[in-house]
């Protein structure tokens, strides 16, 4: 008798796999601060991501040295999970492609993704992405490296859905300090932080177009930081409001004291975990025909948002039920 299928093969078929990951992106910008977080990720698990920040962490006229000691790191044992990404200059500086060169010659095979910041256009990010793809043929890599970028420009924004559209797209990043900067002062710098970065129209605007960009092309959309460094709550506050009132599947964070908090804000709740994997273990039973549960309906579309809580989950590190846990296993 053959095997049922995978849940991904029966509700997802001809879609584009979308990139479940880590729910928290930690950035560091100097070799100490990048140890200090791999170190973590080892104790921790490869719950989060750590960003290595070739853009801002780079001092100026050192941004070769930098790039190197980086690539150095993505190699090192150290980056034992291989979830260690690089944030390049943008496209307006001088070095990026030579971040992008170093890289990719260095640690080609072990980055997880290269972010690129500052574009302002989908063609601009197409230029940059290219050049990105044309390095790594040079130098005989098979894999597509993925590429975040980060929406903090009034272009950008105006581009959201042309830029997740392109290939090799794998998040849609919120730059909120930069975007509120880039407004002329016409936003006040208390919308740099909450509650009035959840409450100024302009900022809502931005983060629901880059939530809307994303998910429709099956990108991940990725929250701003939280810049209170004494209150690791405040992250977690941040990153309930943006999962729950916004739709963020992943944010950033800015020093280590915020990488729990953000996980647990992006974990779905557990009465929710289990009614998910309740409603697909019947609705497998049934060859995902309908079902009533509790007395309503559920259908593929339903059993669609169950599995993505499932997803959701897993991605954070929760303790699924044992009856679904074959879904997850290494193919």
């Keep these: 008798m053959p095997s049922a299928p995978h849940p991904e093969q029966v ?3 001809g879609e584009k796999p979308f990139p479940w990951l880590p729910a928290c992106e930690h950035y560091a910008g100097n070799e100490r601060f990048i140890l200090k977080a791999l170190e973590y990720q080892q104790r921790l698990g490869p719950l989060f991501d750590v960003s290595c920040d070739c853009e801002d962490g780079a001092p100026v006229g ?3 040295e930098h790039a190197q000691m980086v690539a150095e790191l993505l190699n090192a044992a150290a980056n034992r999970f291989g979830r260690c990404g690089v944030r390049i200059h943008g496209p307006d500086h001088p070095h990026w492609r030579k971040d992008v060169d170093v890289i990719i010659d260095g640690a080609g095979h072990r980055v997880a993704y290269v972010t690129l910041p500052k574009v302002r256009s989908a063609g601009q990010a197409r230029e940059m992405i290219e050049y990105l793809e044309g390095r790594c043929r040079e130098r005989g890599l098979t894999r597509r490296i993925p590429v975040h970028v980060l929406i ?33 002062g016409a936003i006040p710098a208390s ?15 931005a983060k629901c177009e880059v939530v809307a960009a994303a998910l429709a092309h099956g990108c991940v959309p990725v929250h701003n930081v939280t810049t209170d460094l004494d209150n690791p709550y405040r992250a977690y506050e941040d990153a309930w409001r943006a999962r729950t009132e916004y739709g963020f599947l992943r944010m950033w964070s800015i020093h280590p004291s915020q990488i729990q ?31 009533r549960h509790r007395g309503e309906l559920h259908d593929r579309a339903s059993y669609r948002y169950y599995w993505c809580i499932l997803r959701q989950a897993r991605a954070t590190g929760t303790v699924l039920p044992p009856e679904v846990e074959p879904w997850f296993a290494p193919a």
């Design 11 to 13: 509700l997802f078929q």
């Design 62 to 64: 050192r941004e070769l």
């Design 152 to 184: 903090e420009t009034h272009g950008a924004l105006r581009d959201a859905f042309a830029i997740a559209a392109l290939p090799g797209v794998e998040t849609l990043d919120f730059g909120l300090l930069d975007f509120v900067s880039g407004h002329h």
């Design 191 to 205: 919308a740099m932080r909450s509650p009035a970065q959840f409450e100024h129209h302009l900022i809502r605007r």
């Design 261 to 291: 908090p953000i996980v647990d804000a992006m974990r779905p709740r557990h009465q929710e975990i289990e009614e998910a994997a309740t409603i697909l273990l019947a609705a497998q039973r049934s060859g995902w025909a309908p079902i």
